[in-house]
């Protein structure tokens, strides 16, 4: 399914996209845990305040919050209905890898995704190494 956007600019850089609530429900489906997504939250890093007890129970409710104003520190003005741009802003390489392994990506790519993001160090700098090697729109065509 995609989504036609009223404003006069796509949201990303193409418009293969999906909502966050529809792309939070394939997430529930998926396992709670993937090889290469567990190994960075036990040898690397795991986010302090994620929500859930496992990290699908995490990103589910993340994508589906994000189509609601949020509270706290995690306020928006605007609901963002747009799972791609989700998928570019996320800031946690855990589940950038996880969103992957649970996709389909076959495991040479994610393991390169692994391996560049280890390599990166820093968590915004490991998230960008990630969506370098598995793209939003390499994302979208496995679901």
């Known amino acids: ?9 796509k949201p990303e850089d193409t418009m293969t996209d999906i909502g966050c609530k529809e792309f939070s429900s394939i997430l529930s489906t998926k396992a709670d845990h993937y090889p290469y ?3 960075y ?9 994620k929500t859930g007890n496992t990290e699908r129970e995490h990103m589910v409710e993340w994508f589906k919050s994000n189509e ?3 509270k706290g520190s995690y306020s928006r ?17 855990a589940s950038l890898l996880r969103i992957a392994e649970a996709a389909g990506i076959d495991e040479s790519t994610v393991k390169h995704a692994y391996e560049a993001a280890v390599a990166a160090g820093d968590y915004r700098k490991a998230c960008g190494a990630i ?4 793209t939003w729109d390499m994302i979208y065509a496995m679901v």
């Open 1 to 9: 399914m995609q989504i036609e956007y009223a404003c006069k600019e």
């Open 77 to 93: 003005q605007t609901p963002n209905e747009s799972a791609q741009r989700c998928y570019n802003r996320l800031m946690n390489a």
């Open 131 to 134: 969506r370098k090697v598995i």
């Open 41 to 49: 939250i036990a040898e690397i890093h795991d986010s302090p305040d």
């Open 68 to 70: 609601t104003k949020g």
């Open 37 to 39: 997504s567990d190994k």
